[in-house]
């Protein structure tokens, strides 16, 4: 199991310190909890089991034109 380091501000660490205790686990797990939620690559399982479920939902049938849009805003440069 490899190791790292975060340095973090006062309030981030008390933040995490509390949020750890709450759950029940380490400072250590709970921020490896939060990066795999955060940072995998797949729909949650509730997402995916909303697939289909909605039969009224409104899809636009092929060759039919859609809604008239309003125009863009103008763009701010940089």
């Given at each position: ?8 501000d006062d309030a981030t660490q ?16 709970w921020v490896a909890d939060i ?44």
């Amino acid at each position: 199991m490899s190791q790292i380091t975060l340095y973090l501000d006062d309030a981030t660490q008390a933040l995490v310190e509390q949020a750890a205790q709450a759950n029940g686990v380490s400072k250590s797990r709970w921020v490896a909890d939060i990066i795999r939620k955060h940072a995998g690559h797949e729909w949650p399982q509730n997402v995916l089991a909303l697939a289909g479920q909605f039969a009224d939902f409104p899809l636009r049938e092929e060759g039919q034109k859609a809604h008239a849009q309003p125009a863009d805003v103008p763009r701010v440069g940089f």
